[in-house]
């Protein structure tokens, strides 16, 4: 099969990929991550092809290349006698054959496109009923969660979530915008269609496993940070990223599914939620209705962590939020073995006595390590000793420690494909937690509310589920707070916009909400900085217990 991308202004040159056969169509000059991304080929690049993350890593089956500067800092002696380059430092002059695996992000051999791809779960799903039906969406930048509901029984009926395609133009959403600064219409063409269709794939899955048509389906609400929802509506972006981060909208939108091109039912309606600013979007706007934080008289903080970190913090019915650029290590996405929380993935960790304790979502081996998982294991080698308060290793000589330098790594489970926790891992967890901690440090000193002083705090996200309180403070992700008082609420956009989906009134009440809020700009604030610096060590260990 032959792909190809349209006119060219130098000859053709063919690329072919192992084993599938298939030959995409490229040009002299331009880098082999940009042949794959116009040929829609699913490969990792979470810093958008400028070198740093190391992930866009492809096998020259042939002579391969000379190797760069940069790609000896990603990649180890044995993957550059083997022929793996980086994807994104790699330039097209002639024919080449290239192979696309994990061996460089994962080292199990597994095909890549099933770990960014097809890394989907599904919950146990209930029969669906007569309908009609309708679909939550949480279009988060690292993953995409939907929830199918029976508008007849009020009943959720299955839920399904999977990595968002769009990451292979960036991780964040400051590389998506950019894609569309550099691309203009065709790089905005392209971020949209990725995500479209992967909708569109969802959907389909969703269908199939509850045995009901696409047609029974009416209306669907989408939550997401505010350049989600204008990629998903094919509205640039452009603006959001530089100040005074201006949007195109950030009101509620209402328009036909086919307009967008989700495969709904025939005249189905698709909402967006409003949001509070270009980076305290509808996602936060659906998360405070689900948790009710708005109406309370206590003093709570709610915290929605994601690749983009946001904070609220409500004092008797008033609202102040900000967000961080947390990344998407909670999520999986930045950690050399993550995935999502799905069968196969480390979600907890427990070492006790040199003996390692992992638990895996679904029984059986595992094969990567969610975010709770990554939150877990930082904590338990804080605790034992393997991490300083710099975050750096400090191996002992068990027999889970391999490697030397920066290339020591910690064995966390056995089997067929080991799972490791890497030095880049906890340094990638320090960057995230840093940024959520400093945004939670400078809404409480604002406030004059010391943490000890909250009532409540609900920590949400598409990866909470599970987290435990006592391993947030005692990485230094929550300042001191009574364990107690923190609770992990789940995904809470997915569960406001499925609630939207079921009660009219709260959806134009969403309106409201979005106004009252008070967005504090943390950008250039010499306070946040100085706070995201001193977060990024861990707290100290006594005697085996956190202070």
Known sequence: MERRTGARTQDPVKIRLFPSGETLIGRCGESFLAVLHEHGIPVASECGGAGTCGKCRIRFRDAAPPVTSIEIRHLSADAVAAGWRLACRQVVSGAATIEMGASGAQGDGRPLEYLIGTDAEEASCGEAGDGPHAVAIDLGTTTLSLCLVDLGSGRSLCTIRARNPQRRFGADVISRIGHVRQRGQSGLDALQGAVVDALNRLLERLCETTSIRTTS????????????????????????DVSPFTPAFLEDTHCEAETVGLCLGRGARVETLPAASAYVGADVV???????????????????????????????????????AAGPAFEGASIAQGMLAAPGAISSVRIHDGVVVCNVIGGGDARGLCGTGLVAAVAELRRVGGIDASGRFHPDRGERWEGHGKLVRFRLSDGPWPVYLTQQDVREFQLAKAALRAGVECLLERAGVPARDLDAVR??????????????????????IDRERIRAVGNTALQGATCCLLDPELALSARDLANRIGVVELSGDPRFLELYVAGMAFPGVEGGATQ
Do not use: K, W, Y
């Open 459 to 480: 920590v949400g996200g598409a990866f909470s589920s599970g987290l435990q309180g006592a391993q947030l403070v005692e990485t230094g992700l929550l300042p001191g």
């Open 217 to 240: 389906i009416r209306r669907a609400v989408i939550a997401g940070n505010p350049t989600m929802l204008h990629l998903l509506l094919g509205v640039s972006p452009v603006g959001i």
């Open 286 to 324: 659906a998360g405070l209705l689900a948790i009710d934080l708005a109406g309370g008289g206590e003093r709570a903080l709610f915290v929605d962590v994601g690749t983009n970190g946001e904070v609220v913090l409500a004092i008797d019915g008033r609202l102040a939020a900000c967000s961080t």
